[in-house]
């Protein structure tokens, strides 16, 4: 039986799949678990160099399971908010996922479907995805997902759709920068293929101190972030990797990350 969530590897690459379709891959917290326990898993896998995030069936992500909502209305504070932390969890695991991770979007993208596809490096969708941050039809707020909503978005962008819960295409979703590519359904798995051969050509350790640099950068003063930059530089300017890709340019050949 196939589980909530999926995993297929294919050499570097580790394919990703919220597996609940008749559901719409609507979150629950058995999902977020198990998607937690699969990405701490690859991410201790050095061989593992990429992550594409889907969605099975006709849906990336419908956002929050109707049926735990209804619970939820009946819950305790407590049992609330250890749901809102699990969730909370998922999440993070994605954006904090050492090397690169690319979503791969289509159909319904809503609610948490969208802080998904904002806690991905890269977002690819299909133009028949539909956006939207519903939440407050529903009488709820985007709260864990809002910073990285507001991190790929920013205010005055992310301040309309959260407050309206307007629903949107893909193509406005690639214009307000919500996604980097957007495609026919036919092209999906290609752009995200060729985007992946693009990521496989850089180097995994100068790709996981990026995605730290850009997380710090987010997180700190403009002086702050600055004054740190000439160390984290030179620290890497000295790493294993740096030197073997200086050697590779020079001597005409493959960095060893490409062996």
């Not at 198990?34 to 990405?39: I, W």
């Not at 695991?93 to 806690?119: E, H």
């Not at 740190?228 to 790493?239: D, F, Q």
Request: hydrophobic residues 45%; neutral net charge.
């Amino acid at each position: 039986m196939a589980g909530i969530i999926e995993v297929e590897r294919e050499g570097a690459v580790a394919r990703v799949w919220l597996n609940r379709p008749d559901k719409h891959n609507a979150l629950s917290s058995e999902l977020g678990q198990a998607l937690v326990a699969a990405l701490a898993a690859l991410a201790d896998d050095a061989k593992c160099r990429v992550i594409v995030l889907g969605g099975r069936g006709r849906s990336f992500c419908a956002g929050a399971d109707i049926e735990v909502m209804k619970t939820s209305a009946g819950a305790t504070l407590e049992e609330n908010l250890a749901e809102a932390e699990s969730l909370g969890r998922m999440f993070a695991a994605v954006a904090d996922f050492p090397g690169p991770v690319i979503g791969r979007l289509q159909g319904g993208v809503f609610g948490g479907g969208v802080g998904f596809a904002c806690a991905c490096d890269i977002a690819v969708a299909g133009d028949d995805a539909t956006f939207g941050l519903t939440e407050v039809r529903l009488g709820i707020l985007p709260a864990v997902i809002s910073p990285y909503v507001i991190r790929r978005l920013g205010d005055r962008r992310a301040r309309e759709l959260m407050l309206t819960g307007e629903r949107f295409d893909a193509a406005t979703a690639l214009n307000m920068g919500l996604v980097h590519h957007v495609v026919a359904p036919a092209q999906l798995d290609d752009k995200v293929a060729e985007r992946t051969r693009e990521l496989l050509k850089g180097a995994p350790a100068a790709q996981a101190r990026i995605k730290r640099l850009l997380a710090l950068r987010a997180n700190t003063g403009w002086d702050e972030y600055r004054a740190g930059l000439p160390r984290t530089l030179a620290e890497v300017r000295g790493g294993d990797e740096a030197r073997d890709g200086l050697a590779a340019f020079l001597e005409k050949r493959k960095p060893k990350w490409l062996e």
